[in-house]
């Protein structure tokens, strides 16, 4: 490309000075030409009336007197009647130009001038003009070199950000040419890598919940299908059966509301259901690895609570923070039911040493963790109850109290309040 343009620059340039060039050459030759016409009728001019003044004074008109009147490199001849012809100055070879006079006691007069003198101040001329067009395409390389660079650097930044889009490297450059048409070209670029870069977070935040959350779930049912394995009881298959199929649809659930919310995270699907049938089924669900662990998971509180929120979400919310007190937590987990204002709260809390003081409020930051493990589970738990129009707030850090608000009122028919939580 800066070939070409170097190339199309150079060759308009070319052409005017060929145009214009020619021309002025002519002009000046013709100018020339007419200017040197000039003097020499203007000399012959001079010469007849030197004479006529030297006749008329009655005084001698020979060569050696005019001599001194004629400029270098002419000749002339001058007649006077009755006299013979007096030549000055040498006669010139080849072609000249020839200029007359007669005066006023009859006398003519004959300048020339060789050629040649207007030919050298015609070359001159013509020297100064080659001069000015070789420096004129000179100025007119380097400045097309410059526009060149100017126009094809950018495209080969622009070039190079698309490349990078299309190798995975979704950053944008934010660089900005003064040109506005390859500006709007970059800002098309940089919107792109923005769209892209926030398409791959999502794609890599969607893996890692889905990992996390699935996680728990898998081991539950593959302890739930060990346990068919191993016994012969009908019963106790049938139980197991059940429990592991309630689990199948927890699964489900868990990846409906995931590729729910990286679609939109505030797309819920809330419907009023009782808080105690999540609570036991989270209870049933988590006491096998709580007595595996010699700790005790209990529940208390107010019974009978129906709130507004996905039940389906609302368990994997609870999951996430009797997982935390299994893996962080100590001592008895207890999960209580309260009522502040319009709205259901179930607490979270364990005996352990809590949450310590340098992660504070941010618990619920994406990869923040006390320990070796992922830092997504509360993260993760805190959108999902935002998603049914809810909140999770940690209540208390020492001992660790998580609480849960669920509005008890459809947003429908009455909005929900906010009160704020009470520490304990």
């Known amino acids: 490309m800066r070939r070409r343009l170097i190339q199309s620059t150079l060759a308009v340039v070319l052409v005017v000075i060929a145009v214009f060039g020619v021309s002025l050459v002519i002009v000046e030759t013709r100018t020339i030409s007419n200017s040197a016409q000039e003097r020499v009728d203007l000399e012959a001019a001079r010469l007849a009336s030197i004479v006529d003044s030297r006749l008329l004074g009655a005084g001698s008109v020979d060569a050696e007197v005019l001599s001194g009147q004629l400029t270098q490199e002419r000749y002339a001849v001058i007649r006077i009647p009755g006299k013979p012809a007096i030549e000055v100055g040498s ?5 000249v130009i020839r200029g007359d006079a007669r005066g006023e006691e009859g006398e003519s007069v004959v300048v020339e001038e060789p050629r040649s003198s207007v030919t050298r101040e015609v070359g001159r001329t013509f020297l100064i003009i080659a001069l000015v067009a070789l420096l004129a395409v000179i100025a007119a390389v380097l400045l097309a070199i410059r526009q060149a660079n100017r126009l094809a650097s950018p495209l080969t930044d622009l070039a190079e950000t698309a490349e990078r889009l299309g190798s ?9 040419y003064g040109v506005p048409e390859l500006d709007r070209v970059a800002d098309v670029l940089d919107a792109s890598a923005e769209r892209i870069a926030r398409m791959l977070t999502a794609e890599r935040r969607l893996a890692a919940d889905a990992s996390h959350q699935l996680r728990t779930p898998l081991t539950a049912l593959s302890m739930r299908l060990e346990e068919i394995t191993l ?10 059966a059940t429990i592991a199929l309630t689990q199948v649809e927890r699964l489900t659930d868990v990846v409906e509301r995931l590729l729910t919310n990286s679609r939109d995270p505030r797309t819920g699907s809330a419907v009023t259901f009782d808080l105690d049938e999540v609570i036991q089924q989270q209870l049933a669900e988590w006491r096998p690895a709580y007595r595996s662990a010699g700790r005790a998971i209990v529940s208390s509180g107010k019974r009978h609570l129906r709130a507004v929120g996905t039940p ?20 008895t987990v207890a999960l209580r039911t ?6 259901a709260v179930i607490e979270v809390t364990d005996e352990g040493s809590g949450v310590p003081a340098d992660l504070g409020a941010r618990i619920f930051e994406r990869a923040i963790s006390g320990r070796n493990s992922t830092g997504i589970g509360l993260a993760v738990a805190r959108d ?16 660790p109290v998580f609480g849960l608000f669920l509005s008890r009122t459809a947003p429908s028919k009455r909005p929900a309040t906010d009160d704020e939580p009470t520490v304990r």
């Open 168 to 176: 995975g490297d979704p950053r944008p450059r934010h660089k900005r």
């Open 384 to 399: 999902l109850a935002e998603a049914d129009g809810g909140r999770l707030e940690m209540l208390q850090a020492q001992p």
């Open 312 to 331: 389906g979400a609302v368990a994997q919310v609870l999951a996430a923070l009797i997982e935390n007190s299994l893996m962080h937590g100590g001592g």
């Open 338 to 343: 309260r009522v502040t204002g319009n709205q």
């Open 231 to 240: 016994t012969d009881d009908p019963d106790t298959v049938k139980d197991e």
């Open 91 to 95: 006669r010139p070879d080849g072609d």
